[in-house]
């Protein structure tokens, strides 16, 4: 499998074509905006020029890269690929599409991947004849840096699709993990509560962003708080990304939309990116101070922290992914300082449950209602390591 095609140049198709070059392979590159492809290979260029520099690679090495990745703006050059790779704009009628066109074009063995975020991967193979060819591969922003890949059979993909991409995404040198087909797969189903408790703490007054940034990094050990994170993605981005959950979810009110986070969006609060969000980024803005109340901090801390156990805990239950698999994806897809089920076994499985029992006592909200498994594990006294 030596050529490699990916479709789409933007911010995920350009990092997923430097990972595969830089891996050997030669890679045909395709986005239909010709504009977007300039700027990939401008991208690229500097991105590797910056590696010479700080002298991760040579400058031989960078040439060799860059020879390897091929922009082009036509799908024949999709031949003799073994493994396309999609990365284009989120929509399923599109993607659908697209995958009828390569697949008509590529050899007959080749493994057509989506990197969809949250589209179902059974629905874009159902597009496809050979649907069991299809499969989930989702890579991390940036896709060159981030060590986790996702990768997600859909009910049709054979056992050797399933085996022959695994095999392939690791001989990258990245870490794959195995999730199931469902909304948000591991990484964006399991951290919904680290951006929806914090923002339901500041809807109710007890912090500001600032503090629950300050409680998040200095006292949990994160590296960026939750609204810090949130500009940094861009407030529209993280919205949509929420709300597409909470639908795909049937309106599970785990996963609920926060006003706070739709109006700062509407407003073009978006974050970093337009200069204001949670926090001002116009020059010489100074950090608001947090509260820096450690017994508020720690409530503030463990209540996001056992929100985030739950949901780790209830992807268990449901199958989404192994225990091992849902620790791993945490810490080396979104930087977790800890293994979500890992922290669950040191604060004590009973601790946990108490805690979502009394969050739920006081609001009688579902949203807080503890994943069966951890009840379950409760009264057996079991641990999950
Ligand atoms: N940005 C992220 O953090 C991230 C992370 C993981 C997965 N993803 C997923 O990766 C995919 C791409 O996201 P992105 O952030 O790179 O988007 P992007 O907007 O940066 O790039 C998308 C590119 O696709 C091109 N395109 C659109 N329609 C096309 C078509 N029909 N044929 C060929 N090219 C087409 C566009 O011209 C654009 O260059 C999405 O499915 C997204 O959900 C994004």
Known sequence: MKKIGVIGSGSMGSGIAQVAATAGHEVILFDTNPEALTKASAKLQKILNRLVEKERITDAEAKAIFGR???????????????????????LDIKKSVFQKVEAIVPKDCILASNTSSLSIAS???????????IGIHFFNPAPLMKLVEIIPAIQTSDATLKRAQDMIDSWGKLTVLAKDTPGFIVNRVARPFYGEALRIYEEGIADPATIDW????????????????????????????????KAFYFDPRYKPAFTQKRLSEAG???????????SYAEGAEKPAPNKDKDLGNQILWRILVMLINEAADAVHLNIASKEDIDLAMTKGVNYPKGLLQWADEKGI?????????????Y?????????????????????F
């Open 215 to 246: 409680v998040i990094t200095e006292l949990g050990g994160f590296r960026m708080g939750p609204f810090t994170l949130m500009d940094y993605i861009g407030n529209d981005v993280n919205y949509t990304v929420t709300e597409t959950v909470f």
């Open 69 to 91: 990745i091929y922009f082009v703006d036509n799908l024949s050059a999709y031949k003799e690929c073994g493994l396309v790779i999609e990365a284009i704009i989120e929509n």
């Open 364 to 384: 009688h909200e579902d949203r807080y209602r503890c994943s069966p498994l951890l009840r379950k594990m409760k009264k057996a006294k079991q641990t999950f």
């Open 350 to 362: 009973n601790k946990c449950v108490k805690a979502l029992d009394k969050l739920y006592d006081e």
């Open 124 to 134: 874009i193979a159902a597009a496809c004849e050979r649907s069991d060819q299809v």
């Open 269 to 279: 609060y978006l974050g970093r990116k337009s200069g204001r969000g949670y926090y």
